[in-house]
């Protein structure tokens, strides 16, 4: 959250023309059409996901990671009426992008209520077809999908056209029904203040969660008719893709009843929510994918903090994802962190995470984290996005990772906030104020996170450091990682940050490595046919890529076959970008890979003895 009380989240932007209010029946016969199998797919690719021992678990009982962006807080927006995307052109330009140079592999795709209901039980098919049509863009592009029903300050309805703030969310029909006194924040100096301070923003959330006026059944019938018409609208191949459903982003009692506290709101009332929602689901065809569910959104707060992480929900299982967010209120708020962040900064925050999902039973997602690329905090994000991403890939900071690397725990799916190629473009009205025109950062509240924008001929461009954003991470184990780092070499400004070197007791290693960019995962075996897979970002070209590990040694990997012990691969998607293949198919084996494109042609003798020293301190250190 990018404020010091809240939160960021999305956009949303919808591209029907003239909308028919329709009962959801099934997609036309041509909208249903067999698309054909993902470009560069391979015979292992495009399974479901499914949750299993706390992992995301693919067919082939693979552990998954998934890590992208938010698709995207456009849909936050009025200007393309609730859509990421104002086209399928965009979307598809957008998509590519995200997995050639954003070196994602899933998104989190923002829909909204407003557009989805804008009048009390009348869905808008057009604005499913459109959205679906954009999500599909996504799919083929052989990325994983979870839609969000997105909200911030709950609803755009709630703010007069003079407000100094917006919201988004519920549609107008939701907000008439409360009779909301005039909204006033006081004295906020960032948007998320709204939510704990804004009268009329506190009593609509209060009526959401007590179902006053029967809004939360209208939201969750609106819900089961929008999963009823994605998954007819898309092919068994896409829905395949679609990993499950994100009910309502970052919850909030709003005001607290008499004796109530944040922990029994969750367990009272947050919580039997996602109960009816997860039945919607079931009912919509979604009964083997799970819902993603937020705790209140304070839980892990590190200046504003409340209670929570749906502690009273028992274990969770296969059919919810503890999902969460996580953004450093301290240094957004530039008053309680002065300085930039530092090794091993987050580890503790994203390690709360992994505890809480274990103990619950199953696994987590954080679905938004980021910092601010504007303002008088803009500098701090170099150091701040890198801390998190370290954070994801191991609970360890980099200082103490080589000598404990088995307490690494989990890799952490995740996906930054955001993805929005129109940054900077926008001509938004704000509150429907024509002489309120936003064009800049991302036009709402004015927020600008977005990883992304458009250049002046139109292609997609990075706004940050592509070594920070394009990483290596393990896609898919064949198996149960024991220990992951990642030391990209980012930016900030001129200055390389370097948080992880390899140790000096490692020579060998230290030379192969070098100044380059380099990842190591240790792995345990389950049997599996299926092939280890690493995202190869693209400063490391299969040429002058260098692997080591137990399974071998080798300079520019070949390309993959099915007897491959260590091969290169184009991802799926048809969009260039590549990944390491690692094929070991005993079972509780000890395994490791180190991938670097530190070398240029390095010795037989140098990768014999990188080898040795690895394999030794895999040993010493996982065995």
Not at 490 to 503: A, E, F, I
Not at 552 to 567: D, L
Request: with cysteine; aromatic share 10%.
């Amino acid at each position: 959250m990018p404020n010091i009380r809240a939160r960021l989240l999305a956009v949303l932007v919808v591209l029907c023309g003239l909308c028919g209010f329709l009962t959801v029946a099934g997609p036309t016969a041509a909208t249903a059409a067999t698309a054909a199998t993902i470009p560069d797919s391979l015979s292992f690719d495009g399974t479901a996901l499914t949750v299993s021992g706390g992992r995301f678990v693919d067919g082939n009982g693979r552990e998954v990671v998934l890590r992208g962006y938010n698709v995207s807080g456009e849909t936050k927006l009025a200007e393309n009426r609730g859509l990421p995307f104002a086209s399928v052109a965009d979307a598809t330009k957008s998509a590519k992008a995200l997995r050639a140079l954003g070196g994602g592999n899933s998104v989190r795709f923002l829909l909204s209520w407003a557009y989805a209901e804008p009048a009390r039980g009348q869905v808008d098919t057009a604005y499913l077809a459109a959205a679906t049509d954009q999500m599909r863009a996504f799919l083929d592009a052989g990325i994983r999908v979870y839609p969000d029903f997105h909200q911030d300050l709950y609803s755009r309805w709630l703010f007069n056209a003079g407000s100094w703030y917006t919201g988004d969310g519920a549609p107008k029909w939701a907000v008439d029904l409360g009779g909301y006194p005039n909204e006033s924040c006081g004295i906020c100096l960032l948007w998320g203040q709204n939510i704990t301070q804004n009268g009329a923003v506190k009593a609509a959330q209060h009526d959401f969660w007590h179902n006053d006026h029967g809004l939360q059944d209208s939201f969750l019938a609106t819900a089961q008719q929008t999963m009823t018409y994605v998954k007819a609208s898309l092919t068994a191949e896409e829905f395949a893709g679609v990993l499950g459903f994100d009910p309502y982003n970052e919850p909030y009692a709003g005001a607290y009843d008499s004796g109530q506290t944040s922990r029994t709101w969750e367990r009272d009332l947050l919580w039997p929510f996602y109960v009816r929602f997860r039945a919607r689901m079931d009912a919509a065809g979604w009964a083997d994918k799970p819902a993603l569910v937020e705790p209140n959104l304070f839980w892990n707060g590190n200046v504003s903090k409340e209670e929570g992480g749906l502690l009273d929900a028992g274990t969770l299982g296969s059919r919810y994802v503890f999902n969460t967010h996580f953004y450093d209120q301290k240094a957004i708020s530039g008053i309680l962190m002065w300085g930039n962040a530092a090794d091993g900064q987050y580890v503790g925050d994203l390690g709360t995470v992994r505890d809480r999902a274990s103990t619950a039973g199953t696994t987590a997602i954080v679905s938004e984290f980021g910092h601010p690329l504007n303002g008088n905090t803009a500098g701090k994000a170099p150091t701040v996005l890198k801390a998190m991403y370290q954070g994801l890939d191991s609970r360890v900071k980099g200082a103490d990772w080589w000598t404990a690397p088995a307490t690494s725990g989990p890799v952490l799916s995740g996906s930054q906030w955001q993805w929005d190629i129109y940054n900077g473009r926008h001509h938004e009205l704000m509150n429907d104020n024509p002489d309120k025109v936003r064009t800049t950062g991302d036009a709402w509240n004015d927020e600008d996170l977005s990883a992304v924008r458009l250049d002046d001929g139109g292609a997609v461009a990075l706004r940050q450091d592509a070594r920070l954003l394009d990483r290596i991470y393990p896609s898919a184990t064949s198996g149960t990682t024991v220990a992951f780092t990642y030391e990209d070499r980012s930016r900030d400004g001129s200055t390389t940050l370097t948080w992880n070197p390899v140790p000096s007791t490692l020579p060998n290693t230290r030379q192969l490595v070098g100044s380059g960019q380099y990842g190591l995962l240790v792995w345990r075996s389950n049997g599996g046919t299926a092939p280890t897979e690493l995202h190869l970002p693209a400063s490391f070209p299969t040429a002058t890529t260098t692997v080591v590990s137990d399974l071998g040694t080798v300079y520019a990997p070949p390309a993959y076959t099915t007897t491959s012990k260590i091969a290169a691969a184009a991802e799926p998607g048809g969009t260039g970008s590549r990944r390491l293949l690692l094929g070991a198919q005993d079972s509780g084996v000890l395994h490791y890979a180190l991938v670097t494109n530190g070398a240029t042609a390095p010795s037989a003798t140098l990768l014999a003895a990188a080898r040795t020293e690895l394999s030794a301190w895999a040993a010493q250190k996982t065995g």
